[in-house]
């Protein structure tokens, strides 16, 4: 499982978010959110029975859906690029 060190997180931030500092922006929580269902998602192709983790991902999966949906809701045009950006609901 590959964890998200600060270096990566500002990167991440400044690549969706505007700056790396940025860390309340919706762009840049849901960038962030997609990285971690990522790795958490190559975690339990191995470990089929971790059910903590399969909880947290559903968990996180949900959060990314109702910022998506917000995000949405509020903004269309930053919705529509960064799904595309994510590679997000083809």
Request: charged fraction near 25%; proline fraction near 0%.
């Amino acid at each position: 499982m590959s964890y998200l060190t600060k270096e990566k997180t500002a990167a991440i931030f400044a690549k969706h978010g505007g700056s790396a500092t940025n860390s309340g922006s919706i762009e840049g929580q849901v960038a962030l959110l997609t990285e971690r269902i990522l790795g958490i998602s190559s975690h339990l192709k191995t470990n089929k029975k971790d059910l903590y983790s399969q909880r947290g991902l559903m968990k996180m999966v949900g959060q990314r859906k109702r910022l998506l949906a917000y995000l949405q809701k509020h903004n269309l045009q930053g919705y529509r690029s960064l799904i595309e950006q994510l590679g997000l609901r083809k």
